[in-house]
C-alpha cells in the first residue's frame, strides 16, 4: 500500500481538487483507492456522491484507535474509491494530538491496518502549519504540494511546506525518514508569461535540492476542474478530449501524466483509462475486485 500526503501550508492552491481527481483516475484505473479527509473545512468529504456513508470517521479513527471497517469508511458512487470522512466539526484533533505521547505517529500506527485492503490511500489535508499536518507528512511514502505559479504561493511554499519537511527531520531517530516532497505545479495558465517565468523559476531553484522535486507534469487552469467538482465526478470522466483550438491538453491526458508520474508502477493501468463512461464503467467494474 503506498501513502501519499497532499500538503501545502498554504490554502487555496488546489489539495482537494488534485486528492479528488487522483483518486477517482487511480480508482478507474482499477486500483483500490481510500481517501483520508483530515482537513477541519470538509471539501473531500462532499466531493463525491456517497453510496455507503459510515456512522464514524477520522475523529474516531484518530481518538478512540478505531479500527472496523464498517464503522470508518464510506463508499463513494466512484467504484474502487473509498473515503474517511471529515468529522472534527469542532476542530479538537489538534490539540487532542499536541498532547497525546504519540500524536505525531498515530495514524502512521493505523494505517497497517489498511494495507491489505488498499492500494493507495491519499490524504487530504488544512492548508495550514498543524499537528494534523505534520502527522500526515509521517505516515507518507511520499508527499505531493500543489503551487501555484505565484510568487507568494512560491515564497509561502519555501517559508511553509519546506520548513516543515525540515522540522520532521528529527525523526529519523526513530527510524522515520521524511518523505520526498514532490511539487506539481497547478493552474498554470499557457498564455500566461508571469506562470512560465515562475515555473522556470521553481526547476531552477529546485533542481538540486535533495528530497524535493518538481514534477515534469503541470496542472493547466482550464474550466473541465470546477466544472468536474460541480458534478461530483472525476475530472477526466468530464473531459476525455481536448476541445478544438485550445493549447491544454484534455484534462484526462494531464490526469493519466501525472499519475504515471507518481506511480510509475501503474503506468499500463492508467495507459487503458478511457474517461469515456460507456466504456470506463465495464472497464472499473471488470478491474476491481470485492471492494471492504
Known sequence: MKVVSIISTKGGVGKT???ANLGGFAADAGLRVLLLDLDVQPTLSSYFTLDVRAPAGIYEMLVFNERRIEQLVSRTAVVGLDLVLSNDDRGELNTLLLHASDGRLRLRHLLPTLAPLYDLVLIDTQGARSVLLEMAVLASDLALSPVTP?????RELRRGTLQLIEDIAPYRHLGIEPPPLHLLINRVHPVSLNARLIQQALRQVFQDHVGVRVLDTD?????????????GLPVHRVEFRQPAGRVAPAALQTMRALAGELFPEWRE???????????????????????P
Open 269 to 291: 493501468r492508467f495507459a487503458r483509462v478511457t474517461g469515456r463512461p460507456d466504456v470506463q464503467a465495464t472497464a472499473g467494474s471488470a478491474s476491481h475486485g470485492e471492494r
Open 150 to 154: 505565484e510568487i507568494l504561493a512560491a
Open 219 to 231: 496542472v493547466p487552469a482550464i474550466e473541465a476542474y470546477p466544472r468536474a467538482a460541480t458534478r
Open 17 to 19: 481538487t488534485t486528492a
